[in-house]
């Protein structure tokens, strides 16, 4: 209520006709409280945390049970704690982006055979996995755990020969559910035929996880200490 009527009542009315100021103050009261706020925002840094380093195995908070996970996760580590803009800080950038991308690059090509499949606006839903995401829920693990084992073996719709990651998982157990799987396995075999040998060579060279682990542990003796922790990459470990 606007403060000139308040002075009017105030001043010509009785008092009967005078307010107080407890209507204003719970308007201005929160109707969410700091806790529901930070819960709130631990929900986001996690959602953004899947969706920029496409963990192979999402459920896993720690980010420990697959060397491709650790490896990433290791080196957003390392460049938490490296002073930002030194070249140790370059270097761990570098290959922090390296590996996201080839997790892009996997992540496209399942995107293009779900749009192909006529799933154009639920092609991200379709792929999309949540911290949060448990084998318990799935419908029909098995047959989604045979149907990504042949992906791996008969197409080249992964990058690598490690072991696939996870997160498909949920994505092929959606499809099993609507009737796409099937489909889905035919285009990867049209669009992503298996690679020879050299390709798999050349993949190799493109990039090599060893090769990581070797080159942060040299950028971790020479980097500098950083208070600043890199929250919003390395939030899913919350």
Not at 36 to 51: H, I, S, V
Not at 111 to 134: C, H, R, T, W, Y
Request: glycine share 4%; net charge negative; proline share 4%.
């Amino acid at each position: 209520m606007g403060s000139a009527f308040k002075r009017f009542c105030a001043r010509f009315c009785c008092c009967c006709c005078t307010f107080d100021d407890d209507d204003d103050d719970e308007e201005k009261r929160p109707l969410l409280g700091n806790e529901t706020l930070e819960y709130f925002d631990r929900e986001a840094k996690k959602r953004r945390d899947q969706e920029t380093n496409l963990w192979s195995e999402p459920g896993d908070p720690s980010h420990s049970e697959r060397d491709d996970d650790r490896t990433l996760y290791n080196l957003l580590q390392s460049r938490a704690k490296t002073r930002m803009g030194s070249q140790g800080y370059r270097r761990l950038s570098v290959d922090i982006e390296a590996m996201r991308e080839v997790r892009r690059e996997v992540r496209d090509k399942w995107k293009m055979i779900l749009e192909n499949l006529g799933f154009m606006a639920e092609a991200d839903s379709l792929l999309n996995v949540s911290a949060s995401a448990s084998y318990d829920r799935m419908r029909n693990a098995a047959a989604a755990r045979t149907l990504l084992q042949t992906l791996h073996s008969e197409t080249s719709i992964f990058n690598s020969n490690e072991p696939p990651p996870e997160r498909y998982l949920f994505t092929l157990d959606r499809l099993i559910y609507l009737d796409a799987a099937d489909d889905f396995l035919a285009k990867a075999r049209r669009f992503y035929p298996p690679r020879d040998d050299d390709d798999d060579e050349e993949e190799e060279r493109t990039i090599n996880l060893p090769l990581l682990l070797s080159r942060m542990k040299q950028n971790i003796s020479g980097g500098e200490e950083d208070d600043d922790d890199d929250e919003g990459e390395i939030s899913g470990q919350d």
